[in-house]
């Protein structure tokens, strides 16, 4: 069994910074790709960052140069800085993760999901 979990989500005033953090845990092989996405109600859930395990980036256009994640392979976690936050970064940000496990193969698995709230 696999689990993600997801920490370091709160209320913030625009102008603010948060960090995330996600752990990966349990018969864990490997872990490739890892990535933060966002939900907001009644919209699709969308790509905020991703990050390869040999630590190339990819970004949505719309927290390029606010946002920067990173990784400690070592630890299975991965991280989301979240600089000059603006209220439209207001979501529940979940994380996710493409891992190979013993016997299991390969899959993608989720966290629960925290909430980010961003006052004006």
């Known amino acids: 069994q696999v689990q993600l979990v997801e920490s370091g989500g709160g209320l913030v005033q625009a102008g603010g910074s948060l960090r995330l953090s996600c752990v990966a845990s349990?018969?864990?092989?490997?872990?490739?790709?890892m990535g933060w996405y966002r939900q907001t109600p009644g919209k699709q859930r969308e790509l905020v960052a991703t990050?390869?395990?040999?630590?190339?980036?990819n970004y949505a256009d719309s927290v390029k140069g606010r946002f920067t994640i990173s990784r400690d392979n070592a630890k299975n976690t991965v991280y989301l800085q979240m600089n000059s936050l603006k209220p439209e970064d207001t979501a529940v940000y979940s994380c996710?993760?493409?891992?190979?496990?013993?016997?299991?193969?390969?899959?993608?698995?989720w966290g629960q999901g925290t909430q980010v709230t961003v006052s004006s």
């Open positions: 996710n993760a493409d891992i190979m496990r013993l016997y299991y193969g390969r899959s993608g698995y």
């Open positions: 349990g018969s864990i092989v490997s872990i490739n790709a």
């Open positions: 990050i390869t395990s040999g630590g190339t980036t």
